[in-house]
């Protein structure tokens, strides 16, 4: 399997350079993007906001630039944030398994449950989402942040001078209300930001059947907010976001008398 896997990898990458192709590098790993996916793999962008349905492929795809990083940017350090630890060791499974679906065409010196570091001298390192695990980090070359709405403002904050000043940061999830760096990054985040909206209705991953179970399984409410990705406020509160922001907003209609 591992000499077929590096069959294909010298096949592929003898037709295209694959340090410069990151759509033909995720074909040879074995995953073939949606139009979206393939949009944000060929993209540079320093800054960028995965607004994404659940189950929708955010996670992989951003695994397959991670091993892409490490792999072709010697020296580099890919940082997986979430909200847990548990996450960020799922996100790094996922890592692992498009750096196994390649053959591990770059030696590896070490590989634990968090941690995979190369003979090139890159890693990757899962962190738990806690403002005090994060310190100690620099001059990362992407960060990953992985349910990003989730993941509190101060850990955000902290993570951010870590970022090299070539470095790439990315957030990547489903809304959590109107509210939060996730939030406002996606909304107000202005031009610095490439942003994604991808509900499940634009989802190759979901068919008419499978969103109509979803719909019935979930509510209206969380429907809208887990599969639409729709920024919803908490169904206890008395006024909308944009209402609020409506109410406190410095134009002022004058009349004339």
């Known amino acids: 399997m591992i000499a077929e896997t590096r069959a294909r990898l010298l096949r592929v990458s003898s037709q295209v350079d694959l340090s410069r192709d990151r759509i033909a590098f995720a074909r040879a790993a074995g995953f073939e993007p949606e139009p979206w996916q393939a949009r944000f793999l060929a993209s540079s962008a320093p800054r960028v906001v995965l607004n994404i349905t659940r189950q929708g492929g955010k996670s992989q795809t951003a695994s397959i630039l991670a091993i892409h990083t490490v792999m072709f940017e010697p020296e580099s350090m890919v940082l997986l944030l979430s909200p847990t630890l548990r996450q960020s060791t799922e996100l790094f499974k996922k890592c692992l398994s498009v750096y196994r679906a390649l053959g591990r ?61 070539h470095g790439r940061l990315i957030l990547m999830s489903t809304p959590f209300g109107s509210r939060g760096h996730f939030y406002e990054r996606f909304k107000h985040g202005g031009d610095r930001w490439e942003r994604y909206e991808i509900p499940a209705t634009e989802s190759a991953q979901y068919t008419p059947e499978r969103l109509q179970e979803a719909r019935e399984d979930s509510g209206a409410w969380w429907f809208d907010q887990e599969y639409l990705v729709k920024f919803m406020d908490a169904q206890s509160a008395a006024f909308r976001t944009e209402d609020i922001a409506r109410a406190f907003a410095e134009e002022v209609e004058v009349w004339s008398l």
């Not at 065409?105 to 995979?116: G, H, K, M, R, Y």
């Not at 993941?151 to 970022?163: E, K, S, T, W």
């Open 105 to 165: 065409p770059v030696p590896a010196d070490s590989e634990t449950a968090l941690t995979l570091s190369l003979e090139n001298g890159s890693r990757i390192v899962s962190l738990p989402g806690s403002e005090g695990s994060i310190r100690g980090y620099s001059n990362v070359r992407l960060l990953l942040e992985d349910e990003s709405s989730r993941v509190p403002d101060d850990v955000h904050l902290a993570a951010l001078p870590m970022v090299g000043r």
